[in-house]
């Protein structure tokens, strides 16, 4: 059974930082790419970054670039999302997916994704 659970959301101050986690599980991910979405209430989800399993290419939303990075430890099957210099407008349910192709800017082609884990950055 596949499983990706996330893991490290909170409550920060503007300003502050964050690192998510995303501990994959249940096949090989090797060929896939993994990425970070989130969805603030009322909005569609979006794009936030990913990362291609094998070889470790990187993407990311404009919003993000210079304030987030995304990484993975192949022993640990994990991914993470580091996040700085968090704003109000980083406020939302960050979801972690896999998806088996590398236009990873649609949520549609991600096969699994985990529950969610809440980001609150207040001002």
């Known amino acids: 059974q596949v499983q990706l659970v996330e893991s490290g959301g909170g409550l920060v101050q503007a300003g502050g930082s964050l690192r998510l986690s995303c501990a994959a599980s249940?096949?090989?991910?090797?060929?896939?790419?993994m990425g970070w979405f989130r969805q603030a209430p009322g909005k569609e989800r979006e794009f936030v970054a990913a990362?291609?399993?094998?070889?470790?290419?990187?993407y990311y939303a404009d919003s993000v670039k210079g304030r987030f990075t995304i990484s993975r430890d192949n022993g640990k099957n994990t991914v993470y999302l580091q996040m700085n210099s968090l704003t109000p407008e980083d406020t939302a349910v960050y979801y972690c997916?896999?998806?088996?192709?590398?236009?990873?800017?649609?949520?549609?082609?991600?096969?699994?994704w985990g529950q969610g884990t809440q980001v609150t950055v207040s001002s």
């Open positions: 997916a896999a998806a088996p192709t590398g236009w990873v800017y649609n949520p549609h082609l991600y096969d699994y």
């Open positions: 249940g096949r090989t991910f090797s060929t896939y790419y």
């Open positions: 990362i291609r399993w094998s070889g470790g290419s990187t």
